[in-house]
């Protein structure tokens, strides 16, 4: 499994807007039982391009993980609980 790289800033913003800990992110990556989607939209553009997937912490919090593979690691964009929209679309394509 890929180290997964938690900037202070992305720390803080899932601590205030999201309210997500860096623990519950690592478990998601652990619990992970689907695929990584690609955010194809132009506004998420990024080269490498940004990945994303839903999976449950340890104690079934539902969390959506955007992140950005690059030498051998998972660099976090944002994680928050998914809406029903994304939630249908990895139910599609992610699993």
């Given at each position: 499994m890929a180290y997964t790289v938690i900037s202070e800033a992305i720390q803080?913003?899932?601590?205030?807007?999201?309210?997500?800990?860096?623990?519950?992110?690592?478990?998601?990556?652990?619990?992970?039982?689907?695929?990584?989607?690609?955010?194809?939209?132009?506004?998420?553009?990024s080269n490498p391009p940004t990945r994303w997937f839903i999976s449950e912490t340890n104690l079934g919090k539902k969390l959506k993980i955007v992140f950005i593979f690059e030498k051998g690691k998972n660099y976090l964009r944002t994680a928050f609980p998914p809406n029903a929209e994304e939630l249908r679309i990895y139910e599609k394509f992610g699993k």
């Amino acid at each position: 499994m890929a180290y997964t790289v938690i900037s202070e800033a992305i720390q803080k913003k899932l601590a205030y807007k999201h309210n997500v800990t860096a623990t519950e992110v690592q478990e998601c990556f652990a619990n992970r039982c689907g695929r990584f989607l690609l955010d194809p939209r132009e506004e998420h553009a990024s080269n490498p391009p940004t990945r994303w997937f839903i999976s449950e912490t340890n104690l079934g919090k539902k969390l959506k993980i955007v992140f950005i593979f690059e030498k051998g690691k998972n660099y976090l964009r944002t994680a928050f609980p998914p809406n029903a929209e994304e939630l249908r679309i990895y139910e599609k394509f992610g699993k």
